[in-house]
Structures are given as C-alpha cells and as structure tokens.
Nanobody, 116 residues
C-alpha cells in the first residue's frame, strides 16, 4: 500500500494561509488521482480537493477559489495551498488516493487550526 506523510499544518488566524505537503511512497504515484481530505472533530472525513495524474483538479464548493491543489510527480508529492482560511476549515487534513477507503493506509494527517 501507498505510505503517506502529511505536513505543513499549524495555527493560523482567519484570513491567513498555509501550504500543506504530502509525500507518498511507491513507484506508481503518477498514475493515481490524489486528493486532500479533512476531518473536523466529531465529523466524518470528507474530500476537499482532488487532482488527476494529468493535473486536472476539482474542489468541494466551500473551498473553491481559496484552495489550490497541485502535484509534483517527480517528487511523489501533492500539495494544498490554502488561502483566506476560515474557522470552519479547522480539521485534520489527510492526503490519499481518490479511491481510498477506510481499509487503505492513512497517514497521521496534519492539524490545521484557524482561530484568532
């Protein structure tokens, strides 16, 4: 299974920015559509952004225009640039394949807290 390590989270004020990074193991990274998910306390994990191997991206409505997903296949990495952060963006953020489910490996995630 693909191993994943997320980083880049932290505490930021409303309106601030963060850039999350995810490094994946394995030699087939470039063929997978990858996604960023988030899970707020007491809520389910939801996909917020995804990017195909050909770098076509899609976004959940609440983050459109504020978040940008990108990838670097040479580095087995996927990124999430988050601008104009809001308190409701507070969550643990994970990356994984678009088709990942609870039976797949999930990294530890990275905590994003938006608070004044």
């Amino acid at each position: 299974q693909m191993q994943l390590v997320e980083s880049g989270g932290g505490l930021v004020q409303p309106g601030g920015s963060l850039r999350l990074a995810c490094i994946a193991s394995g030699s087939d990274f470039s063929i997978y559509a990858m996604a960023w998910y988030r899970q707020a306390s007491g809520k389910r994990r939801d996909m917020v952004a995804a990017i195909t191997g050909g770098e076509k991206s899609m976004y959940e409505d609440s983050v459109k225009g504020r978040f940008t997903i990108s990838r670097d296949n040479a580095k087995n990495s996927v990124y999430l640039q988050m601008n104009n952060l809001k308190p409701e963006d507070t969550a643990v953020y994970y990356c994984n394949r678009v088709a990942a489910d609870d039976d797949d490996y999930w990294g530890q995630g990275t905590q994003v807290t938006v608070s004044s």
